[in-house]
Structure formats: structure tokens, C-alpha cells
Antibody
Framework: QVQLQESGPGLVKPSETLSLTCTVSGGSISTYYWNWIRQPPGKGLEWIGYIYDNGNTNYNPSLKSRVTISVDTSKNQFSLKLISVTAADTAVYYCARRVGVMTPFDSWGQGTLVTVSS | DIVMTQSPDSLAVSLGERATINCKSSQSLLVISSNKTYFAWYQQKPGQPPKLLISWPSTREPGVPDRFIGSGSGTDFTLTISSLQAEDVAVYYC?????????FGQGTKLEIK
């Protein structure tokens, strides 16, 4: 059974870059769609974007100008970079898998809280 | 963007009773050519990630108890828990995967009365 694990700094200063990595274990990163989703404390879920194993990406227009998702198939990892962060970017960040182009999120990481504060 | 609107925002139901959560999408999630509806329900317990319960929108994931029933089509969907158990206390989210940006409902908090 595939497992996903987020990692990265839990505290980022305003205007700096948030960087997270999701490590996929128990299965290959190939042929699936790998997503980032975030959830501000006490609030709902926001899809950030996805990457396919060939590097094709699709981002939420609300964040597109600040987001980059990349993949390293040799390490079975994919990553999120969000630039110019503000307090509004404070959230639990989840990585999640979709098995096809139009399918639900069937596997999720445990999530990691990133706080934006000086 | 497709807007997903859930009702109610919160719900308290007695153990063993039925719980019903509704979700409405701002446009149809049915693709006629494939006859598929791109809609799902998730359950999120405190401190945990969301868990996929039901998709397509009535197909339960393996291991999901049959008291969880998904129904609906087009723009209107319902999650029914036929006999509420203590472990069902959670926030439930609906989601569309018809088009990007994928969007979720605001969540419905389900508690025991």
C-alpha cells in the first residue's frame, strides 16, 4: 500500500519561500498524478496543484504565479515551492495521489503544518 | 471555478439514527460521453488527513462500512450514514474532480447528539 510523507520546515518568514517534499513509499511514483492540498487551521481544503511523472503540471490559478511543483522519479519524491509567502499561507500542507487524470484523491500524507511568521 | 456548497454546516445526530449531508455543485459534474459523474466524499477526523469514502458518487472505497451511502447526480449529491456510530464523528467534505481547479465543499461537522 502506497504511503506518502511530507517533510520540510515548519516555520517560514514572510516574503520567503516555502519548500516541502513528499516521499512516496510502497509503490512507484510513475503513472500517477501527485498533488498538493492545503488546509488553513480550522478551515477547509484548497487544491494547490499537481504534477504527473513526465513533469506535466497543473496549478490552481489562485496560486499559479507563486507555485512550482517538481518531481524526482529517481528518489520517488515530488516537491512544492511557494514563493513570497504571507500569514495567509499558514496551513497544514498535504500531499496526495490520484490514479488517473479525472479521479479522486485516494491516498494522502499525514500533513505538515507550516506557519508563516517572523 | 466550480463552487461546491454543503448543507448543513454542522449536524448533531443521536447514535443509531440517520445522518444526511447534502452537497450542491455550481455546474453539472456529469460527462455524458462517459456517463461518469466526477464527485467524491471525504471524511476527516481530528488531527488526520481526509480519507476518501465514496466516489463516482456512490461507489464506496474498500473497507468503508456499508452504512455510508452516496447518492445523487448532476449537481445534487447526498451522503447518508444510515445508523450513526461514535466513530463517525468527523468533518465531511464533498469534492469535484470534473475540472481544475479541483474544489471542495466547506465541510459539514457531524457530532453526536
Amino acid at each position: 500500500q502506497v504511503q506518502l510523507q511530507e517533510s520540510g520546515p515548519g516555520l517560514v518568514k514572510p516574503s520567503e519561500t516555502l519548500s516541502l517534499t513528499c516521499t512516496v513509499s510502497g509503490g512507484s511514483i510513475s503513472t500517477y498524478y501527485w498533488n498538493w492540498i492545503r488546509q488553513p487551521p480550522g478551515k477547509g481544503l484548497e487544491w494547490i496543484g499537481y504534477i504527473y511523472d513526465n513533469g506535466n503540471t497543473n496549478y490552481n490559478p489562485s496560486l499559479k504565479s507563486r507555485v512550482t511543483i517538481s518531481v524526482d522519479t529517481s528518489k520517488n519524491q515530488f516537491s512544492l515551492k511557494l514563493i513570497s509567502v504571507t500569514a495567509a499561507d499558514t496551513a497544514v500542507y498535504y500531499c496526495a495521489r490520484r490514479v488517473g487524470v479525472m479521479t479522486p484523491f485516494d491516498s494522502w500524507g499525514q500533513g505538515t503544518l507550516v506557519t508563516v511568521s517572523s | 471555478d466550480i463552487v461546491m456548497t454543503q448543507s448543513p454546516d454542522s449536524l448533531a445526530v443521536s447514535l443509531g439514527e440517520r445522518a444526511t449531508i447534502n452537497c450542491k455543485s455550481s455546474q453539472s459534474l456529469l460527462v455524458i460521453s462517459s456517463n461518469k459523474t466526477y464527485f467524491a466524499w471525504y471524511q476527516q477526523k481530528p488531527g488526520q488527513p481526509p480519507k476518501l469514502l465514496i466516489s463516482w458518487p456512490s461507489t464506496r472505497e474498500p473497507g468503508v462500512p456499508d452504512r455510508f451511502i452516496g447518492s445523487g447526480s448532476g449537481t445534487d449529491f447526498t451522503l447518508t450514514i444510515s445508523s450513526l456510530q461514535a466513530e463517525d464523528v468527523a468533518v465531511y467534505y464533498c469534492q469535484q474532480y470534473y475540472s481544475t481547479p479541483y474544489t471542495f465543499g466547506q465541510g459539514t461537522k457531524l457530532e453526536i447528539k
